[in-house]
Every structure is written in C-alpha cells, then in structure tokens.
C-alpha cells in the first residue's frame, strides 16, 4: 500500500513513500522533489485527458511514478491536502485541486458549462476520479465537508466549489441582477452558486483562488 504522509499546518505538502512495484498519478505542475530511484513516466494520460487540460490552461499529461522511492508535492496556495477513498465510487474535483492518486483510480474530465468556466474561475472542465483507492486533493485555505443527506441542498459560491461525490446534483444558478453585479466588483462574489442537493459529500475551499486573484489585481 502506496504510503502518504500530509506534513505541515497551515502550509502543507504531501510525502508520498513508494515500495518497488508500487505507482501513482501525479499533476507535473505540483511535484517538489523525488529520489533518483523513482522512475518517471511522462507518456501517461491520454487524448481526452490532455484536450482539458490544455483548455483549462492545465498541464496536459498526468506523470505516472514508479517506485521505489520518495515524492514531495504540494498545492499553490497555503491550504489543507486530504485524502479521498474510493471504493467503487466516483468524486468531480476542480482542475487545481489534484495533488496525486492510486493507480488503481481511473481519470477522466467532464465538461462543467460555459458559465462555470468563466464566472466559475476554475476552467471548463472538472476532473472526474473514478474505481477504487486513493486521490489526495489539495484545497485553498481551510477545507470545508458537508455531508447532504438526500434532498438536503445548499448554494456554494461557484468559485469556492472544491470537489463532491457524483452522488450530487449539481447546477449553476445566477444570484440578482446588475446591482448584484456591480456590488460583486471584480471578485465576482454572489454573482453565481453552484446548487448543490444530496446524498453525498461536498467538499469546499474557504478561499477562492478567482476571488484572490481579482483581489490582488485592484491593488
């Protein structure tokens, strides 16, 4: 069993300890480190995969890790890495999210609309992890988890909208008119939610990587 290690608080990176024969996925763009004796393999991934990721302004392939060895990675921003266990069970994470995962865990992407793309701030497409074993998600600021129960809804500001199991309806919704708009400014806050119902966990980020941007622009 491939060995994951979540180090730090509020700035945290993910070790990950591989025994011979063991692999994992990871997004290129996160990697820290590695020992030389972890092999890496650049020709995973596939078609569908790199046409999303390169829409999304993403890398285009996931790096498959050979071990033995040691890999470092991590998100970012400061924030919480988790892990999420499949068992025959699939979860939707936005593109930013995805540290590394099982290679037992199939990947795919879906397309989340235009409205979610541009008013969203995370891109056109969510990244959907499938099968059974681990996915480490990386989330900015404090990761929150509901658990809806059936029927149970909430509306989440679309940009804070981290991962949730496929269990969940999901639909995007505009809150208000051009006075909403206006007073939202550049961060965009209240424009759109995500109109999320249960069964199922949600997970969400306590800062918005779109909101910050806009933030630090005006400045």
Known sequence: MVNYEIIGNDVQYLKTVLNEGESIYIEPGHLIYKNPSAR?????????????????GS???LL???????????GFLPGKIFKIELNNSSIFAEFNAFLCMD???????RFAGIWQ????????FLEKFSGTGSVMLHGHGQVIEKE???????????SHVLAFEDTVDYNVTRIGGLKTMLLGGLEG????????????RVWLHSISLFQLAAKLATR
């Open 40 to 56: 890496l393999d650049v020709r995973a991934g596939g078609l569908r995969g790199a046409f999303s990721h390169i829409l999304a």
């Open 59 to 61: 890398d285009v392939f």
């Open 64 to 74: 498959k890790v050979d071990g033995p060895g040691e890999v470092a990675t991590a």
């Open 103 to 109: 290679s037992t865990v199939n990947y795919s992407s």
């Open 117 to 124: 793309g541009i008013f969203g701030g995370e891109g056109l």
């Open 148 to 158: 809806l129960k059936t029927g149970e809804e909430i509306q989440v500001e679309l």
């Open 189 to 200: 806050e209240g424009l759109f939610f995500a109109d999320m119902r249960g069964p199922g």
